[in-house]
């Protein structure tokens, strides 16, 4: 079968705006410009950088990403007000192909209890605000908030105002994830054919996935009529997410037959952004996701594994090696080199400089003599806690915990604090809360505790603790990571790391400048 200009989809990626509303998602500039810059290398065709209204940083994310954007065109989202639509102008005017995003809600219970407007208001909201857009930038995308739920007779008139206004893109999204594959396939179609000049515009999916339907969803959407699928790495987004962007592309990579369309985006670069995204967000990727999960090309049952060494395709719908996986994985243990560990972070996507290169190949050393077996994902959880530490001037040093059911609990810490050593001694509720007392002693601040996760990054009691934290201090939510074989270590690695980012969000300052918090 095959495809015409017509059949290509646009991917319109959001990881960095929907995403990031998911609750504890929030990531600093310089995370958000390393997502954006891998967005922009595997061929993302939209990044919407960002809601600039926001805040200052949300309008600082959009106009550096803008600035240093090289082949996507970036889009920051505005409501349908003049002040937001004249930021996110301000905003996407660094980039060389830029676009305001503009939506307002068309569903009646949208209307009733969230606008109190009129469907005739609405109408008159429509046309002002794409107008204002247009006349700021030629690129404006305007979406119905709870299309699904909107009548389709109203939702017509909203569409052609829109498009009779200058909107480029139209967005019929299911904002509440309501939706089923027939019903949102016919919408679209629906739509297409009964607006005046609905050829002028180019129009969009954007699924939630409060039903498991949005990947299913946004794909009928396509069948419908739709050429933009807007998603996000990982599924990220609000309440249970968003479509996912990899399973959009290789389900239309994998199944030609009956998702006859093309896209632009690499599939080499993915296994590369879920990662980034994961740290940078600290949701955890879970095993059995679709094409990026630790499992999704991992065979345990003797049938598979017989038919697997027989041919790969008895049980594999897609080459590994084709998403950044690779196909077999080589363990590492304490008689491996140098030469032999730079090739494996090579392997695994990672290009260190030399300091940094000496660092992780000692941990990896110390990792080894603890450890019978260290795995891809234990190289992976050790050079990420490397990244996300590197530049901190406040890190730990030692930690010595005594625990047990006698209690209290103890914590003796040393942490390096701006290349000054200090010591302290806390006890707690269990050995964690000693530990993190302790550091609060060294580091006195205000900020909550709202999230303390731990998982093993693989099998065995010799695995390592990948330990996520999350503090909350003046509205700001900050998570760190930390990985070691020892829980208590991880879990305070990851506190220091939560609290460094926190304190450089709050007053730009220095990441060890913890008092600040």
């Not at 670069?269 to 967000?281: E, G, I, P």
């Not at 990727?285 to 499992?295: L, R």
């Amino acid at each position: 079968m095959t495809t015409t200009d017509k059949d290509q989809v646009r991917i319109f990626d959001t990881t960095l705006r929907d995403g990031e509303q998911s609750p504890g998602a929030s990531m600093t500039l310089e995370e958000k410009l390393q997502i954006a810059e891998i967005l922009d290398e595997m061929g993302v065709d939209i990044i919407e950088a960002g809601f600039p209204i926001a805040s200052n940083g949300d309008f600082e994310a959009v106009c550096e990403i803008a600035k240093n954007s090289k082949n996507s065109v970036i889009a920051g989202l505005a409501r349908a007000i003049h002040a937001d639509i004249d930021r996110c102008g301000d905003a996407v005017r660094h980039a060389e192909k830029g676009r305001i995003h503009t939506f307002v809600s068309t569903s009646p219970i949208h209307l009733q209890y969230q606008m109190n407007k009129t469907q005739e208001q609405v109408l008159e909201i429509i046309t002002d605000t794409v107008t204002r857009s247009r006349n700021l930038i030629d690129d404006v995308e305007w979406s119905a908030m709870d299309a699904t739920r909107t009548p389709i007779d109203y939702l017509c008139q909203c569409v052609e105002a829109a498009i009779k206004a200058g909107a480029t893109t139209i967005n019929l999204p299911d904002t509440v994830g309501y939706a089923t594959p027939d019903e949102y396939k016919k919408m679209f179609s629906d739509i297409i054919e009964r607006v005046p000049n609905s050829d002028k515009a180019i129009f969009s999916v954007h699924c939630h996935d409060d039903l498991g339907l949005a990947v299913a969803n946004s794909l009928a959407g396509v069948a419908g009529g739709a050429r933009q699928v807007e998603c996000t790495i990982n599924g990220l987004g609000e309440r249970a997410g968003n479509a996912a962007l990899e399973e959009i592309v290789m389900s239309i990579r994998t199944r030609g037959d009956v998702l006859p369309y093309t896209c632009n985006i690499d599939p080499l670069f993915m296994t590369r952004a879920s990662k980034l995204v994961s740290a940078a967000s600290g949701f955890a990727v879970q095993y059995n996701k679709a094409i990026v999960g630790k499992n999704a090309f991992a065979h345990e049952s003797g049938i598979h594994q017989d038919g697997m060494l027989k041919n790969a395709e008895t049980y594999e719908i897609m080459r590994p090696e084709d998403v950044g996986v690779k196909a077999t994985s080589l363990v590492m243990g304490k008689h491996s080199g140098r030469h032999a560990f730079k090739d494996k972070l090579k392997d695994l996507g990672y290009e260190l400089g030399d300091n940094a290169l000496q660092e992780a190949f000692r941990r990896f050393k110390d990792l080894a003599d603890r450890k019978k077996h260290v795995y891809d994902e234990d190289i992976e959880a050790l050079v990420e806690n490397e990244i996300a530490i590197a530049g901190e001037n406040t890190k730990v040093i030692a930690l010595t915990v005594i625990a047990g059911t006698g209690g209290p609990q103890k914590a003796i810490l040393t942490m390096d604090v701006n290349g000054k050593h200090e010591t302290r001694e806390a006890t707690g509720d269990g050995p964690v809360d000693a530990t993190f007392n302790a550091i609060k002693m060294i580091c006195p601040h205000e900020a909550k505790l709202s999230l303390y996760q731990v998982h093993a990054v693989t099998e065995g009691t010799d695995a390592q603790a990948e330990v996520s934290v999350r503090l909350e201090a003046n509205g700001r939510i900050s998570t760190g990571k930390g990985a070691d074989t020892d829980t208590l270590v991880a879990s305070a690695r990851a506190y220091v790391s939560a609290m460094n980012k926190l304190a450089q969000r709050q007053q730009g300052a220095n990441p060890g400048a913890l008092k600040a918090v």
